[in-house]
Structures are given as structure tokens and as C-alpha cells.
């Protein structure tokens, strides 16, 4: 299978200056690298699921993100990296299973663009960014979110994700972590406590370098910029 040299910094999705590569090439390759990755995650759970809501409509758009990513890195001649997410991926046989990884994925990509942000002044790759961490924050988080509750209030759904107790107490902890999002103000201990109680925790053929605690400790910075 064909390597990306740079492997270790898209896995990482973070900029790392102290490498030869511009900065600026460094920044696209991230982006349209997780975004073939979210492409080929929510491929395969269509695939192990069925043509299903709001996995169409996601994949759909993520589609359209990661061409219009495409389009920035001809303009500034940076090559595309090759996409092997195709079989890094893998998803669970659980559709709540596979929601909860998507509301995982989704607060892992709006971190990720907001440090790109930081890293770049062009302002046609600034708006680009924008629109494809907009998408994240205002659209496939929320649908995500949705999903995960109405598929645990679903009647006869305990048998699969476990008691009501269970399901009611994992609601509450996505609702309190979704708020926080939505309010860009992201409690960093909650979101590791919720990822290691989730789900999720048991997906590690993601391989997605870091699918907890590691991603989110940088998210916003906010935290460690107030201490």
C-alpha cells in the first residue's frame, strides 16, 4: 500500500514548524486528509448499515468538503495525499455504536481546524477552513447528537446499548458535552471522561492516533490559557 511521507503529522493533525515543509502545505494536507478519513468512516458504516439518515446526507457533505479542500491544494500546487483511510477503517456492527463514534469525530474536527486556523494568514484557505469547521459545528455535530438520543429512545432499543438507567445516563453526559461545544466553551475533563466511558473507547481500528483524551486536551486551548 502506498505511504504518505508525512504520515506521522496527518495522524497528528497538527502543524509542526519545526519540519521542512511550508507551513501552508502542511495545513491543506491535514485538512483533506481527515477529511478522506471521515469520508471512508462514514462510507463504511453506510456500507455496514444501509442507506440511512443522517449518514447520507453527512457523507454527502463531507464529499463536497474534502473537493472544494482539493481545489485550494492545485491552486497552491501542494500535492493531495494519497487516501488510505479506505482500509485503515473500521466500524462497528452497532448503529448507536457508530453515531456516538460520529459525534466523536465531528468534536475532533472542529479542534482541529481551529488550531489550523491559527496557523495560516491566506484568506481564501481561512474561509475554506471556516466553512468546512462551520459545517462540523452547525450541522453534522448536531445531527450526530440527535441521532445517539433517538436511537436510545427508541422502544426496544435496551437490549443493544444496555439499561435505561444506562442509555438515560450516557443522554446526559452527550447533552452536557454538546452545550459546551455549542458554546465554545469545551470542558476538557469532561470530554475525556465521556470518550472513556463511551463506546467509542472500543473502536480502535479507527486508528485515528489518539481518538481520546490526547485529541482533546489542545481543544480551543481555552483551558490552559486560562490557568
Request: charged fraction near 25%; aromatic fraction near 8%.
Amino acid at each position: 500500500m502506498e505511504r504518505n511521507s508525512d504520515e506521522v503529522l496527518l495522524l497528528n493533525k497538527k502543524v509542526d514548524k519545526t519540519l521542512d515543509q511550508e507551513v501552508l502545505h502542511q495545513v491543506l494536507r491535514i485538512a483533506v486528509y481527515d477529511q478522506f478519513r471521515s469520508y471512508e468512516t462514514y462510507c463504511e458504516m453506510i456500507d455496514k448499515h444501509g442507506s440511512i439518515e443522517p449518514l447520507n446526507e453527512i457523507l454527502e457533505s463531507v464529499q463536497s468538503h474534502y473537493s472544494a479542500v482539493i481545489t485550494v491544494l492545485e491552486r497552491y500546487e501542494v500535492d493531495v495525499p494519497f487516501n488510505d483511510w479506505y482500509e485503515k477503517v473500521k466500524v462497528s456492527d452497532n448503529l448507536v455504536e457508530c453515531f456516538e463514534v460520529g459525534v466523536a469525530l465531528e468534536i475532533q474536527n472542529i479542534a482541529m481546524y481551529e488550531e489550523l486556523l491559527e496557523c495560516i494568514e491566506e484568506e481564501d484557505i481561512r474561509e475554506v477552513l471556516y466553512k468546512l469547521q462551520a459545517a462540523s459545528f452547525n450541522c453534522h455535530l448536531p445531527k450526530f447528537r440527535q441521532a445517539v438520543a433517538n436511537s436510545y429512545n427508541l422502544n426496544g432499543s435496551t437490549s443493544e446499548v444496555g439499561s435505561q438507567e444506562d442509555m438515560m445516563s450516557k443522554l446526559g453526559e452527550y447533552q452536557e458535552v454538546f452545550e459546551s461545544v455549542m458554546q465554545g466553551d469545551v470542558d476538557q475533563a469532561k470530554i475525556a471522561q465521556l470518550f472513556q466511558n463511551s463506546n467509542v473507547a472500543l473502536l480502535s481500528g479507527l486508528a485515528l492516533g489518539g481518538l481520546g483524551t490526547v485529541v482533546v486536551k489542545d481543544m480551543f486551548n481555552k483551558n490552559n490559557k486560562e490557568e
